[in-house]
């Protein structure tokens, strides 16, 4: 039991990589607070989890909400008294390139993926802080570093902006005893390579991999647990990838 007394906030937790994490981490101990947007797909993740002996709640969050946020982390701590573990994995993509991309796109994805990022790190790093310490993961994504042609121009800068957080929070507060991490995934079979990508582009794209297929959500759930748990207390202010190499730097 990795992470038994731990508790986790899991962003993004009603589908893909969230809530193949968010079980993972209850199947290994932690009390956990699954937050996303889709309300009514929350119960369902949180009756899994309770399935396998986790404390849980359901918190529905708009993670470009500040408020809401803060709410949330408020109610996490209310309830389970502490806050060890961000896995903040809320976003959306976008394939606009700049000259398709009009100002609602791009402020809808910076307002999700990179305001979203700030809306939760700013509680949850206030709260790490007076605690003496915690663990910080986010999926940034392969786009955040070499562009490829489904990727577009708000969801790079977005996921690239991502990083720049992982760096800064990382050497701001070590000493606190943070670590922060992001990951870095290729394409993964969830909901929203499918909902971007068009016919024939998918299994082109894959082509080009060394592994020759997607990523499931739990190996990418693996490595971030990897990154949260003790044996990961050396690592930090790194920006993972994980991609079957699809991406290699
Ligand atoms: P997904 O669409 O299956 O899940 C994303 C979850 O985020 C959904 O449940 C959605 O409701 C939630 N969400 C979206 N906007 C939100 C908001 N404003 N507030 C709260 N929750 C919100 O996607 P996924 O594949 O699991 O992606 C998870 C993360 O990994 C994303 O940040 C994505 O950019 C990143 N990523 C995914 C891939 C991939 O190929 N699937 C590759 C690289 C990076």
Redesign the pocket.
């Known amino acids: 039991m990795r992470f038994a007394g731990k508790v986790a906030v899991i ?2 937790a ?5 809530k193949a994490t968010a079980l993972q981490l209850a199947t290994e101990g932690a009390r956990i607070a699954l ?4 309300a009514d ?1 929350l119960g369902g993740v949180a009756d899994q989890a309770r399935a396998l002996g986790a404390q849980v709640m359901a918190l529905p ?4 909400n500040q408020a809401d946020v803060a709410n949330a982390v408020a109610k996490v701590v209310g309830e389970f008294g502490r806050l060890d573990i961000l896995v903040h ?5 976008s394939s606009k390139q700049i000259l398709d991309c009009d100002m609602a796109e791009w402020n809808r994805v910076i307002g ?2 990179l305001t ?1 990022t700030y809306n939760v790190c700013q509680p949850v790093v206030k709260q790490m802080v007076a605690q003496g310490g915690g663990r910080i993961v986010m ?1 940034s ?2 786009a955040a570093k070499s562009p490829h042609s489904n990727a577009g121009i708000a969801y790079a800068a977005s996921k690239a902006g991502m990083l720049s957080f992982v760096r800064q929070l990382s050497y701001q507060f070590g000493r606190n005893g943070l670590t922060v991490n992001a990951v870095c ?4 079979a ?4 499918y909902r971007h990508f068009e016919a024939g582009q998918l299994e082109a794209r894959l082509a080009e991999s060394v592994a020759g297929r997607m990523a499931r ?1 739990e190996e990418i759930a693996e490595l971030m647990l990897h990154l949260v748990s003790d044996a990961g207390s050396y690592i930090t202010g790194e920006a993972v990838n994980i991609t079957g190499g699809t991406f290699i730097d």
């Open positions: 962003t993004g009603a589908n893909g990589i969230g937050c996303d947007l889709k797909q969050v708009d993670v470009s994995c809320a976003g959306i993509m999700v993926n979203g999926t994504s392969a995934p290729g394409t993964v969830t909901e929203m390579p959500p």
